[in-house]
T-cell receptor, first 110, second 114 residues
Framework: EDQVTQSPEALRLQEGESSSLNCSYT??????LFWYRQDPGKGPEFLFT???AGEEKEKERLKATLTKKESFLHITAPKPEDSATYLC???????????FGTGTRLKVLA | DGGITQSPKYLFRKEGQNVTLSCEQN?????MYWYRQDPGQGLRLIYY???????QKGDIAEGYSVSREKKESFPLTVTSAQKNPTAFYLC?????????????FGQGTRLTVV
């Protein structure tokens, strides 16, 4: 069964304190792994898509990496405006269903 | 601007009533989805549709119904049979031939049973 597990559930960082969020997945024939940012009361906002092990993508203070079993979202020198819930999702072969993790709630303190 | 529009943003329902949540997209996407989000449980798939006049049950379809009469529209009805409907509902769409490009979401509808 396709599955996505995110850790930690919640993370508190001081402004400027870099860290990483983890997304472990089990999927048959990975077609894509996705990272989203979700602010309270809003819909998820698309951040990155990764397709194959070894791939990396960056956007401002965020960098996403992918291995055959997990993905990391690295946050470098975070700012309070980076506070949000970060969701990871995968889609496997032969399906149109996206499987989501439960997210990591990030709080960055000034 | 292309995007997904959900309405209303907030919805209150009395017990025993059916309510319909609207989802419209102008991205020319074939596939559309409805998810339910509860605290600590992530996004759970209610229904999805890959093409007009066709849809499939997701993981938690009981108490919900959908229709897909137009490519742009995928309304969700929360029926009185749904025992715990209070939640945040999210609609999404993706290209059918490019699902690996990811799903794009609307801003959500928060449904509260009063």
């Amino acid at each position: 069964e396709d599955q996505v597990t995110q850790s930690p559930e919640a993370l508190r960082l001081q402004e400027g304190e870099s860290s990483s969020l983890n997304c472990s997945y089990t999927v048959s024939g990975l077609r894509g792994l996705f990272w989203y940012r979700q602010d309270p009361g809003k819909g998820p906002e698309f951040l990155f898509t990764l397709y194959s092990a070894g791939e990396e993508k960056e956007k401002e203070r965020l960098k996403a990496t992918l291995t055959k079993k997990e993905s990391f979202l690295h946050i470098t020198a975070p700012k309070p405006e980076d506070s949000a819930t970060y969701l990871c999702a995968v889609i496997g072969s032969g399906t149109y269903k996206y499987i989501f993790g439960t997210g990591t709630r990030l709080k960055v303190l000034a | 601007d292309g995007g997904i529009t959900q309405s209303p943003k907030y919805l209150f329902r009395k017990e025993g009533q059916n309510v319909t949540l609207s989802c419209e997209q102008n991205l020319n996407h074939d596939a559309m989805y409805w998810y339910r989000q509860d605290p600590g449980q992530g996004l759970r798939l209610i229904y999805y549709s890959q093409i007009v006049n066709d849809f499939q049950k997701g993981d938690i379809a009981e108490g919900y119904s959908v229709s897909r009469e137009k490519k742009e529209s995928f309304p969700l009805t929360v029926t009185s049979a749904q025992k715990n409907p209070t939640a945040f509902y999210l609609c999404a769409s993706s290209p059918r031939q490019g699902a690996e490009l990811g799903a794009f979401f609307g801003q959500g509808t928060r449904l509260t049973v009063v």
